[in-house]
């Protein structure tokens, strides 16, 4: 009897969880030179479906993507404030032009690495009274090429200008965190949300090192819609983000719909 109570008390405790109350859950893979997210698109409240469409996603650059999955008032609340400070930060000049960025075309340019450090800051601001937000920042991060050793013999001053110029590549940066803004990185994929138990276990099993961007749309589908499966809190079709380094491309994915 005492065990029986138990258990229905951890399932009351769970059911007013309020970061699984609206459902919904993340799953981001690094691939070559890409990075895919996979959202969701069922809302709800508890067991009671309330609406069927895209999450919010933060777009602070055309390399850059913050999704997230908790309490749908404090996901707008953090989607906002976030937004604010990027438009004020990025119009003043401040924090963002790192010396990769400079180098590149893309002006001004949001890092996925700034927009990690600026969203720990904003959830560890709340520590006292937190955002019940677990949110994910993904995206490709620029850096200096400078082509290791030159193989000319230096008597070609334009071959030699050539060869010290600058290149730049994106390499797929993959941080989650939680509700008060302690991250984890990872070179393979990250989740989060309602069915992050299941999305661990799909996601080990299919994610493949150096897939490139056809492969990593179908892995990441197949993982996500997987995971969803095993979920009555999620599903209802997804949205994947391909993220390449000449910018964002969507891709809508139907799924169960029960």
Same mark, same amino acid.
């Given at each position: 009897m005492v065990l029986f109570l138990d258990t229905c008390a951890v399932r009351a405790q769970?059911?007013?969880? #309020?970061?699984?109350?609206?459902g919904g859950s993340l799953l981001a893979m690094a691939g070559t030179d890409c990075v895919a997210l996979a959202v969701d698109k069922r809302f709800g409240n508890g067991p009671a479906l309330v609406n069927i469409g895209a999450r919010s996603i933060l777009h602070p650059s055309r390399t850059t993507l913050v999704?997230?999955?908790?309490l749908e008032?404090?996901?707008?609340?953090?989607?906002h404030e976030l937004t604010a400070?990027?438009?004020?930060q990025r119009d003043r000049g401040l924090g963002f032009m790192t010396r990769a960025a400079a180098t590149s075309n893309d002006k001004p340019f949001v890092s996925p690495k700034v927009m990690a450090s600026l969203t720990s800051h904003v959830l560890y601001g709340r520590k006292q009274s937190p955002y019940y937000v677990e949110p994910l920042v993904i995206g490709? *991060?620029?850096s200096i090429d400078?082509?290791? *050793? =030159?193989?000319?013999?230096?008597?070609? =001053?334009?071959?030699?200008?050539?060869?010290?110029? #600058?290149?730049?590549?994106y390499r797929p940066f993959l941080c989650s965190m939680d509700m008060i803004g302690a991250t984890s990185l990872s070179k393979s994929f990250v989740c989060a949300g309602a069915a992050s138990k299941?999305?661990?276990?799909t996601a080990e099993a299919l994610w493949e090192p150096d897939m490139d961007s056809d492969r990593l749309i179908e892995v990441c589908g197949?993982?996500?819609l997987g995971a969803l499966e095993r979920d009555c809190m999620s599903g209802y079709g997804a949205i994947v983000y391909l993220i390449t380094k000449d910018g964002i491309v969507e891709y809508d994915i139907a799924g169960r719909n029960d």
């Open positions: 769970q059911q007013q969880d #309020p970061s699984t109350l609206n999704g997230f999955t908790g008032g404090d996901v707008q609340s953090v989607h400070l990027v438009v004020s490709l *991060e620029p400078d082509g290791g *050793e =030159d193989d000319t013999d230096g008597g070609d =001053d334009q071959s030699s200008a050539t060869t010290q110029a #600058p290149r730049i590549r299941s999305l661990f276990g197949r993982a996500f």
